[in-house]
């Protein structure tokens, strides 16, 4: 078996739940830890594109 990153499992657990995704999201903007932040955008815009359309405010 392969090994895979955290990167490439989290993408994978987006797409395969799409729910969850938006839940963190949510909470880590609550949290307003802006380094957890940039690492769930990463792994969101592998997992589902571009999300350069959404507005942060």
């Known amino acids: 078996m392969k090994d895979r990153s955290h ?15 938006d839940e963190l999201l949510s909470i880590v903007l609550e949290e307003g830890d ?17 999300l350069s359309h959404l507005d942060a405010t």
Do not use: N, T
């Open 7 to 21: 990167d490439e499992a989290m993408v994978d657990l987006f797409r395969d739940d799409p729910g969850y995704a």
């Open 34 to 50: 802006k380094e957890e932040l940039a690492i769930v955008v990463r792994q969101m815009a592998k997992a589902f594109g571009d």
